[in-house]
């Protein structure tokens, strides 16, 4: 896999609490595996802080990471409202966003779709995807093998997307989580 290019700026917006030992585990898993330098990445907590426009105007690529202690399944969140609309807002500017795990959730939810509890189909371990056709095309997934493996770490899914979502992967537990 190639390294993305030295000049991209990746704002990555944390769910995490800010004792969260898993905050730094995340930043350097983002670093090592986008193959970028540490000063690519911008870590930003997005449940201390509600992110604001000026994180858009200094970043070409948006991640949202994971949570293992919140759930946007009948939550009422107080940090999420503003979030969605932020993530609404990035999406609306044609800003690449890339979400993980719980990100993905937020992501989905934000622009009407729905996340589900679903411990029957739950995620735990290594996987392998598999890229579609679109996920081949995609400018961030062009750069993976068509299969490759992935932790995963999920109790809840995507049970319903909006049109504004395509399905980029597949594997044999919840088919819709990559999108």
Not at 38 to 50: G, L, T
Not at 114 to 125: A, I
Request: aromatic share 8%; proline share 6%.
């Amino acid at each position: 896999m190639n390294p993305i290019s030295t000049k991209i700026k990746i704002a990555l917006l944390q769910l995490r609490d800010e004792n969260d030992p898993m905050r730094i585990h995340e930043t350097e898993c983002f670093v090592r595996h986008c193959r970028v330098q540490p000063e690519q990445i911008f870590p930003f907590n997005a449940i201390v802080n509600s992110p604001d426009k000026t994180i858009l105007e200094n970043c070409d690529i948006l991640m949202l990471g994971g949570s293992g202690d919140f759930s946007v399944v009948g939550n009422d969140i107080p940090w999420f409202d503003p979030l969605a609309d932020f993530m609404c807002e990035a999406i609306n500017k044609n800003v690449p966003i890339f979400g993980s795990c719980m990100g993905i959730q937020v992501i989905a939810k934000a622009l009407g779709g729905e996340v589900v509890f679903d411990n029957e189909r739950r995620e735990v371990g290594t996987y392998s995807i598999t890229l579609n056709e679109d996920g081949q095309q995609d400018p961030l997934f062009s750069k993976f093998p068509k299969t490759f493996l992935a932790q995963m770490g999920h109790k809840c899914r995507v049970s319903i997307l909006t049109g504004r979502c395509c399905i980029l992967s597949v594997f044999g537990i919840m088919s819709s989580s990559r999108f």
